[in-house]
């Protein structure tokens, strides 16, 4: 009858079948090699099995649960094996030696088989020890997994991420790194990305990069760096240093960002703030000198309401430069926003004319002052006080010549209304359309008071107010 033993599991030692003679529960063993006995903590069962049915037989009880089922023999066994591990096991049994095998069952657990051959020809039998190491598989094919995720991670982060030795040589560059560089991944161990360095950034960057490698601590450093494009691109570089289980340094790992953009919008933000703060100095200027002007040459009751109106035509000038980004306005746009209170009569009583010109943002503040005056004294002096007056606002350049000329004409009004179209005197309005434009357009102005109505004529020396 087959025999098992239950003792053969202890809590010393586990016989694993090598060499020599031992006995195992009265049943004749070559001399097995001892190791600790982790027994049915780590899963493992000892067998002794006839290689055909009908001989002495040793199933031990963490063996059996292993197996989920009771064997008997090496027939048996190999039932209960799928079909590769079964064609495994007879090939391992027709031929004769030691082996170790990974077998799974057909209830796809997994085993480890460490046997040897023990026995004449015709009694010979399989002893040995069995493993289950299902749950060690599976652990290992979730590290792999999670490897691989990793590392598939690493390589297709649009992050440039990449690692480097205790002597700061590279050992990984992640795929958008290489793409920076231009680098082969086979040239790693060849490739110096210290010859990719702007020259005058070395020393920014030599300090930071030794401290941290001597003394295994973390640092940040920007840098310029040659893309294999050849253009230069400023490198924000962030890495900590990496050990192994003994503590042992081993090199840096760290990413790279391109902050060139960055640092580009930064500089274009603090040239507009130091824009705006100039141009709202220039602003407060103006308005101070637009209050000082009117309340001297204005009634009291009348301060409020002209001075209320030359800032709503800065304004319009100013909304026009924001829209554009501070870029300049057109003529058309400039004329426009200062005429809103009187566009009714553009085109009909007010004709424009002249090509498409863009003026710089200074010169189109000073422009917009300049027709809103013109316009209020025209409603309250000139053509616009009567009912046949006209206006023509022209402007004209030349091709290939520098400067151009623009002009305020108003007619229509007649000999008898000729002399209200001069002012008593010359107030904050004459200082803009002459003394202001003169300066800010580089030319001469001329106006006069003829009988038939007043005429304003720019001609400007330079191109300097208009942007190409």
Not at 124 to 133: C, F, H, Q
Not at 296 to 320: T, V, W, Y
Not at 327 to 337: I, P, Q
Not at 338 to 347: A, K, N, P, R, Y
Request: charged share 25%.
């Amino acid at each position: 009858m087959p025999r098992t033993y239950g003792s053969c599991e202890c809590s010393h030692a586990i016989g694993v079948v090598l060499r020599g003679k031992v006995a195992i529960g009265g049943i004749g063993m070559k001399t097995p090699k001892v190791v600790p006995c982790l027994g049915p903590a780590r899963g493992v069962g000892v067998f002794s099995w006839p290689l055909t049915p009908g001989g002495a037989s040793m199933t031990s009880p963490q063996c059996r649960k292993i197996l989920a089922a009771g064997v008997t023999d090496c027939r048996s066994f190999r039932r209960l094996l799928n079909p590769v591990s079964a064609s495994a096991f007879h090939a391992a049994l027709e031929k004769g030696d030691p082996f170790a095998l990974e077998l799974e069952l057909t209830n796809k657990r997994l085993v480890s088989m460490t046997a040897d051959f023990d026995g004449a020809t015709a009694g010979r039998r399989l002893s040995g020890m069995l493993e289950d190491i299902s749950k060690r598989r599976a652990d290992i094919t979730d590290l792999i997994a999670r490897e691989e995720f990793c590392r598939a991670l690493a390589e297709n982060s649009p992050a440039m991420l990449w690692m480097g030795d205790q002597f700061g040589k590279c050992v990984f560059l992640n795929q958008a790194q290489r793409d920076f560089w231009g680098v082969d991944p086979q040239d790693l161990s060849t490739f110096d990305w210290g010859s990719t360095l702007h020259p005058e950034d070395i020393d920014k960057l030599a300090k930071p990069f030794r401290k941290a490698m001597e003394e295994h601590m973390p640092f940040s450093v920007e840098a310029r760096y040659r893309r294999a494009d050849g253009q230069l691109r400023s490198l924000r570089s962030e890495a900590r240093p990496r050990f192994d289980d003994a503590g042992t340094f081993l090199g840096m790992t760290g990413v790279n960002s391109d902050i060139t953009d960055q640092l580009i919008a930064e500089e274009h933000t603090r040239i507009l703030m130091g824009e705006l703060n100039h141009r709202t100095k220039n602003v407060l200027t103006v308005v101070q000198a637009v209050a000082r002007q009117t309340s001297r040459l204005s009634a009291p009751e009348d301060f409020q309401r002209i001075f209320s109106e030359r800032l709503k035509g800065m304004a319009a000038s100013n909304d026009l430069l924001v829209k554009n980004d501070w870029r300049g306005v057109t003529m058309s746009e400039l004329v426009g926003a200062q005429l809103t209170h009187i566009e009714d009569f553009v085109g009909s009583r007010i004709h424009l004319e002249g090509p498409e010109l863009q003026f710089s943002s200074d010169a189109a503040q000073v422009l917009g002052m300049a027709f809103h005056e013109l316009a209020t004294n025209s409603i309250k002096y000139g053509a616009l006080r009567t009912e046949k007056g006209r206006i023509d606002l022209s402007w004209t350049k030349e091709p290939g010549t520098a400067g151009f000329t623009l002009s305020w004409i108003e007619s229509g009004i007649g000999p008898a209304d000729g002399p209200k179209t001069r002012p008593v005197v010359e107030g904050f309005g004459h200082k803009v359309i002459v003394d202001m434009i003169s300066s800010a357009l580089d030319a001469t102005v001329d106006i006069r008071f003829d009988p038939d109505g007043f005429k304003w004529i720019v001609t400007a020396r330079s191109d300097s107010a208009i942007i190409a």
